[in-house]
């Protein structure tokens, strides 16, 4: 049986619905010809010459990407643009590219229950639903197996992720018990005043800024009780697991036909982490 790009996007369209997409978002088929034949499929977070290079060498015929290409209009695409340059190496070796951005960010299960799983979290609806009672939008909620403390926590964030320079961090009382969770996927800080009507413990998500972070901890009009402590990872690192719940997703409908690979390059773009090497100094904030 042949299997064509337009089958495996029908696959990938059942699971994250277009329709879901924010009116601002670029997803879908960016190359390829629908009706090319296709026996592996790459899934990445980011369309960069990393992935792009380990799809011509892994013999994909197909590169599903979480994060767009082209998410800004262009008017040009020349192969000494570095996007340009990406497209022309795609379209010459034969690849495809599928970009499935909010739509999986929302679609249930999508890119935070994938998150979720990795930290042991058993679901219980989303962050900040579509509507009331829909299963889907951004973020998810969920309960540890056990209540432990927030350091122990941020640890067990840390060890469920692709390790990144940019590493994992923590934000409040140590030594807070931690049962009740929300994360979401790639950048969150608008979900901070949801996170906090959701009564959760600790809050896990990507590119925290400095006064949000400091500003939603230090909230007055509502108990610190009900004020959760902040985990911030890296962006990419919290949406890399999605890349293995779309390659199961294909693998499940396509079991036969297609083999689905997942991307082992670390894209995120940070890749240095520096402590001072003498902490006695003297130095102060300037």
Same mark, same amino acid.
């Given at each position: 049986?042949?299997?064509?790009?337009?089958?495996?996007?029908?696959?990938?369209?059942?699971?994250?619905?277009?329709?879901?997409?924010?009116?601002?978002?670029?997803?879908?088929?960016?190359? $390829? @010809? +629908?009706?090319? /034949? %296709?026996? =592996? *499929?790459?899934? !990445?977070?980011?369309?960069?010459?990393?992935?792009? &290079? #380990?799809?011509?060498?892994?013999?994909?015929?197909?590169?599903?990407?979480?994060?767009?290409?082209?998410?800004?209009?262009?008017?040009?695409?020349?192969?000494?643009?570095?996007?340009?340059?990406?497209?022309?190496?795609?379209?010459?070796?034969?690849?495809?590219?599928?970009?499935?951005?909010?739509?999986?960010?929302?679609?249930?299960?999508?890119?935070?229950?994938?998150?979720?799983?990795?930290?042991?979290?058993?679901?219980?609806?989303?962050?900040?639903?579509?509507?009331?009672?829909?299963?889907?939008?951004?973020?998810?909620?969920?309960?540890?197996?056990?209540?432990?403390?927030?350091?122990?926590?941020?640890?067990?964030?840390?060890?469920?992720?692709?390790?990144?320079?940019?590493?994992?961090?923590?934000? $409040? @009382? +140590?030594?807070? /018990? %931690?049962? =009740? *969770?929300?994360? !979401?996927?790639?950048?969150?800080?608008?979900?901070? &005043? #949801?996170?906090?009507?959701?009564?959760?413990?600790?809050?896990?998500?990507?590119?925290?800024?400095?006064?949000?972070?400091?500003?939603?901890?230090?909230?007055?009009?509502?108990?610190?009780?009900?004020?959760?402590?902040?985990?911030?990872?890296?962006?990419?690192?919290?949406?890399?697991?999605?890349?293995?719940?779309?390659?199961?997703?294909?693998?499940?409908?396509?079991?036969?036909?297609?083999?689905?690979?997942?991307?082992?390059?670390?894209?995120?773009?940070?890749?240095?982490?520096?402590?001072?090497?003498?902490?006695?100094?003297?130095?102060?904030?300037?």
């Amino acid at each position: 049986m042949t299997t064509r790009i337009r089958d495996v996007l029908d696959v990938l369209e059942a699971a994250y619905p277009p329709s879901y997409a924010e009116s601002w978002d670029a997803v879908g088929l960016v190359c $390829g @010809d +629908p009706d090319a /034949t %296709v026996d =592996r *499929v790459l899934c !990445c977070v980011d369309p960069v010459e990393e992935t792009v &290079d #380990a799809a011509v060498e892994q013999g994909a015929q197909l590169l599903v990407s979480h994060h767009p290409l082209l998410l800004r209009g262009v008017h040009a695409l020349p192969a000494d643009d570095p996007k340009g340059r990406l497209l022309h190496r795609l379209i010459r070796a034969g690849i495809g590219l599928y970009c499935a951005h909010t739509n999986a960010d929302t679609a249930s299960p999508g890119v935070s229950d994938a998150l979720a799983a990795r930290l042991g979290l058993t679901v219980t609806g989303p962050l900040s639903p579509h509507r009331e009672g829909a299963e889907t939008g951004l973020g998810r909620l969920g309960t540890l197996p056990e209540p432990e403390p927030f350091e122990r926590f941020v640890h067990r964030v840390a060890d469920a992720l692709p390790v990144t320079s940019w590493g994992v961090r923590g934000a $409040g @009382d +140590p030594h807070r /018990t %931690v049962r =009740r *969770v929300a994360v !979401c996927g790639g950048s969150g800080d608008s979900n901070l &005043d #949801a996170a906090v009507e959701a009564g959760v413990d600790a809050y896990v998500t990507a590119d925290l800024r400095h006064h949000p972070a400091a500003e939603h901890l230090s909230r007055a009009d509502v108990p610190d009780t009900r004020v959760p402590n902040l985990v911030d990872v890296a962006h990419w690192a919290s949406e890399w697991p999605w890349c293995e719940q779309a390659a199961d997703v294909l693998g499940a409908a396509l079991p036969d036909t297609v083999e689905v690979l997942v991307s082992a390059c670390r894209t995120d773009p940070w890749t240095v982490h520096a402590h001072a090497t003498d902490t006695d100094t003297g130095r102060k904030p300037e």
